[in-house]
């Protein structure tokens, strides 16, 4: 891991920490740079605003999480990551969700399970040898299932993650599996 990140990482561990302990209005830079015990100017050397430290988190941690797996015949797994990391963050994303100065985040999140979505569809077709002759309906498709994604999850996490991670990605998987039926 180069020096950055791991800058980038204390700072978000420290803010992670603040957001489950306090309310994040009330989280100022230098609550979070005494937290991770750097001086406040450090924080501007990598990030604009708390703003961009939430979503910086989401997407750094995501695509480590990810880096391995994410391929369409493994999108079963890269779910059940997914979930895993949300229920063990669930009082961090809870308190980002509730957030009313940070609605754009439920936006930011919303592009990125789109993006994965794509992602998937995109290395589907390629792998599967097909050209994708039926752009509406395939962007209707990514759309359908990014946004029902991401609202799905977003409601699982302020429900407290209930049912377990476990669960839920069995529940979403037959419902993806079964979807073709209606």
Known sequence: MDRQNE?????ASSFKYLVCNKPIDKISITDIMN???????????????????????FLYE?????????????????????????????????????????DSFKDYFTYTIKQGVQHLADEY????????????MTEVTINFYAYGLSQLLHEW??????????AYHKLL??????????
Not at 173 to 182: A, E, K, L, M, R
């Open 125 to 136: 077709f390629e792998q599967n040898n097909q050209i994708n002759e039926q752009v509406e």
């Open 157 to 166: 996490v302020l429900g407290g993650c209930l049912p377990p991670s476990d």
């Open 35 to 57: 937290q991770a015990n750097f001086r406040r100017q450090t924080f501007y050397d990598h990030f604009d605003d708390k703003y961009d430290l939430v979503t910086w988190i």
């Open 62 to 102: 995501i695509t480590e999480l990810t880096r391995s797996s994410f391929h369409w015949e493994n999108w079963e797994q890269m779910l059940f990551l997914l979930l895993n990391y949300l229920e063990k963050n669930k009082k961090y994303y809870k308190k980002l969700f509730l957030n009313v100065k940070l």
């Open 173 to 182: 998987t037959q419902v993806i599996h079964n979807s073709s039926h209606f």
């Open 7 to 11: 800058t980038k990482e204390l700072i």
